[in-house]
T-cell receptor, first 114, second 111 residues
């Protein structure tokens, strides 16, 4: 168990809908990262937060947004969902800001858009 | 930005044999290279990492090598066991806030 908690584990929704994925980092970790893993694809970096502030952005669509709350948990919001958004979404955390740091991953949220 | 290429995409070995996975990176500023193992239904888990001031690092049956000049780094697993079967990801970090992953290698260890 990595100590990173993601909910829900599975999410099934329809095109055009909006969903929220939740992540609780390991105790003491200040950074949260979001990654997308499509079928047979690698891990695509979406966005990173450190202590409530956005630190880095990857290939995150404008329809997607995220935030990190004062208690350090994070939420990834996906709106106007399309079939291609179906993927496994991972959250990871690290102690510091992310420079050369080990990432601890949650078990992921499997999103299916029908 | 950084780009990490990983080969092979699939690797099948007999139990007890060695497995080697190779990665190349594009950004010469990258200085931290972790390797992650992802088992079915789970998130990736760090198994070993290497920093740019080190050429080789070993941890029991696994080892990583780094060639900064060629921008290559590799994962070596010796005496493979069925429980080594998983997807392995290499990654690179430039000291910034992004860890960029390779596409992954699916390793099958046949008993």
């Amino acid at each position: 168990d990595s100590g990173v908690t993601q909910t829900p584990k599975h999410l099934i929704t329809a095109t055009g809908q909006r969903v929220t994925l939740r992540c609780s980092p390991r105790s003491g970790d200040l950074s949260v990262y979001w990654y997308q893993q499509s079928l047979d694809q690698g891990l695509q970096f979406l966005i990173q937060y450190y202590n409530g502030e956005e630190r880095a952005k990857g290939n995150i669509l404008e329809r997607f947004s995220a935030q990190q709350f004062p208690d350090l948990h994070s939420e990834l919001n996906l709106s106007s969902l399309e079939l291609g958004d179906s993927a496994l979404y991972f959250c990871a955390s690290s102690v510091g800001q992310g420079e050369n740091e080990k990432l601890f991953f949650g078990s992921g949220t499997q999103l299916s858009v029908l | 930005g950084e780009n990490v290429e990983q080969h092979p995409s699939t690797l099948s070995v007999q139990e007890g044999d060695s497995a080697v996975i190779k990665c190349t990176y594009s950004d010469s500023a990258s200085n931290y290279f972790p390797w992650y193992k992802q088992e079915l239904g789970k998130g990736p888990q760090l198994i070993i990492d290497i920093r740019s001031n080190v050429g080789e690092k070993k941890d029991q049956r696994i080892a990583v090598t780094l060639n900064k000049t060629a921008k290559h780094f590799s994962l070596h697993i010796t005496e493979t066991q069925p429980e080594d079967s998983a997807v392995y990801f290499c990654a690179a970090n430039t000291g910034g806030f992004k860890t960029i992953f390779g596409a992954g290698t699916r390793l099958f260890v046949k008993a």
